[in-house]
């Protein structure tokens, strides 16, 4: 439907209600949250404005891979925030259930999906597809083989929209070359996706920020299709649909009723019919409402039930193709080297050996007076630039050092002065190390332990002075980016602080008497304390 009335922000954060519930939205409380911030400058007038002329020169032209024949191509990176469980377990899904949403994406929105025969006769004619095919990413952001696929312990239970700069900064690939799918246990929330802006003019958003944040998120429960397994999928959301809808609005399309209560909105598209408002749950057809006699409940970027969903119109596809070849971090997209498969020539790298003292101090293991040794072979002597380790302490986060390499003979030699995540006692570190397109992956991790002996390995102090202050003092080898936030026993965010840069200092923190959780963020290690602030 198509009214002339603006209802939403240009950055848009589409998110949706609740599992076992309905799917609703906060665009509006987004929207303004956004502008008060200053993240975005484009209104919606200028945005749909451009976006008009430019649907119209393509149209004029007739170019695009529609008449070509030649899809689109958009590399896809699955980053799975989990809370420690094996692979295939809770909120760490399986390999199988992403796969399974990669396909439900390239059927849906290439108009494959089985139920398509479900479209009723009178939307046929607009029915269509965007000829587009998303790819679970060949090649990470320097080069090295991947299958698409990041696992990344968060040691968190669930995740809240306040939280959103914290949980994509455990896992994060560069948006201007891959679409990020966060995959995450969401509070309250289905889902919701980053809009696009319209050009590359300057001046329309926070260009330093909003590309840290540019991707879609999805819950854990409504990602992936029964259709290809017995996933622990939600019975309302257990087709794909809801990553489909979000990818929807990641690619420019707004929901079908126009986001407002009446008539008069307007998702700025010809041709699907005039709704009042979102439709839910499993309704009979024709369903009428105030504003048409059949609604077209049956669109992707409604709001019924998986099983009910199955179409893109026409308009909507000359929409979200023009975002493709104009939006910045959407068109880019189509050129990445995420697309491409790495070199393989003959690179088989080998973790050789991997020494480190049975013991440490904390102060050892932070000014890196006994480094960790590591040896690594060039098995067939390939020209190899650079090399990248992954080191993972007691099973947390991942750290990633990428280093640059000349192999004297078959060998090289390396030393990492400091490891993060270590805790007072034993500690198991898995390390891997990566070059290229690796032919024999087997030999390239190696698994051991090493004792910290001092109790004064956290490398902050948190206390309370006597005038009832209460404050952080840092001890830090070296600049590191810090966040301290303080969380209610519901775990609520009532105060907190970031310093890009700290060292070693003293910073005070704001609570009132009572119980809290204070977790402090070093880099991409995180330290948790309980603490009781007595009135």
């Given amino acids: ?25 906060a665009a509006v409380e987004y929207q303004d949250l956004k502008r008060q911030t200053g993240k975005v400058l484009e209104s919606d007038e200028q945005f749909e404005q451009v976006l008009a002329d430019k649907i119209r020169e393509r149209k004029k032209n007739k170019l695009n891979k529609l008449t070509t024949g030649i899809p689109y ?9 989990h809370n420690g469980e094996a692979v295939g377990v809770g909120r760490n899904i399986s390999d199988e259930q992403i796969i399974s949403q990669i396909e439900v994406l390239n059927k849906d929105y290439n108009r494959l999906n089985t139920d398509a025969s479900n479209t009723p006769a009178e939307f046929l004619s607009v029915a269509s ?7 679970l990413a060949k090649q990470d952001p320097i080069g090295n083989c991947t299958n698409g696929i990041v696992r990344v312990n968060g040691e968190r239970d669930q995740w ?43 001046g329309l958003e926070d260009e330093n920020t909003n ?10 429960r409504v990602f992936g299709s029964d259709d290809d397994g017995p996933f622990n ?26 986001d407002d209560v009446g008539c008069s909105a307007s998702d700025y598209v010809d041709d699907t019919p005039n709704q009042g408002e979102e439709t839910y749950d499993t309704p009979d057809y024709p369903l009428a409402d105030n504003c048409s006699s059949s609604i077209m409940f049956q669109n992707y970027m409604d709001y019924t039930d998986d099983v009910m969903l199955n179409l893109f119109t026409q308009d909507q596809v000359d929409r979200m ?22 070199d393989q020539t003959l690179v088989d790298v080998a973790l050789t050996s991997a020494e480190l003292p049975g013991s440490i101090t904390c102060a050892e293991n932070r000014t890196g007076r006994t480094p960790l040794t590591i040896t690594v072979s060039n098995g067939n002597n390939a020209n190899i630039a650079q090399v990248s380790f992954n080191i993972s302490a007691n099973d947390g986060p991942n750290e990633v050092f990428t280093i640059p390499v000349t192999f004297t003979g078959s060998t090289t030699q390396f030393d990492i002065t400091a490891l993060n995540g270590l805790v007072l006692g034993e500690n198991k570190l898995v390390l891997s190390v990566f070059a290229g397109c690796d032919q024999t992956p087997q030999n390239n991790t190696k698994t051991l332990t090493v004792n910290l002996i001092d109790n004064e390995c956290q490398p902050f102090i948190l206390y309370t002075d006597a005038s009832g202050q209460s404050t952080i003092t840092f001890d830090l080898s070296k600049p590191t980016y810090a966040r ?5 026993t519901i775990g609520q965010e009532v105060s907190g602080v970031a310093i890009p840069e700290a060292t070693n200092q003293t910073i005070p923190i704001s609570i009132k008497p009572g119980a809290y959780v204070v977790r402090v963020q070093l880099g991409a290690t995180f330290y948790t304390r309980k603490v009781y602030l007595q009135p």
Avoid at 129 to 135: K, Y
Avoid at 160 to 186: C, H, M, Q, T
Avoid at 244 to 257: A, C, D, K, N, P
């Fill in 211 to 220: 590309r840290l944040t540019d991707g879609v998120i999805v819950d854990y």
């Fill in 160 to 202: 809240s929209l306040g939280r959103e700069s914290e949980f994509k900064a455990l896992s994060y690939w560069p948006a201007e070359d891959y679409l990020n799918i966060w995959v995450i246990k969401f509070q309250g929330f289905l889902g919701y996706a980053q809009f696009p802006i319209s050009s590359g003019l300057p």
């Fill in 73 to 81: 191509r958009i590399p896809v990176v699955v980053h799975v925030i």
């Fill in 484 to 488: 301290v936030s303080v969380l209610s």
């Fill in 129 to 135: 597809n965007l000829n587009v095919e998303f790819v």
């Fill in 1 to 25: 439907m198509r009214f002339l009335q603006p209802v939403l922000a240009l950055v848009l954060l589409l998110v949706c209600t609740s599992l076992l519930a309905q799917r609703k939205c």
């Fill in 321 to 342: 193709i023009t975002v493709l070849e104009n939006s910045p971090r959407r068109a880019s997209l189509l050129t990445s080297h995420g697309l491409e498969v790495p």
């Fill in 233 to 258: 999928l939600d019975p309302q959301y257990n087709k794909g649909r809801s990553t489909t809808h979000e990818v929807g609005h990641f690619l420019g399309l707004r929901h079908i009723w126009g």
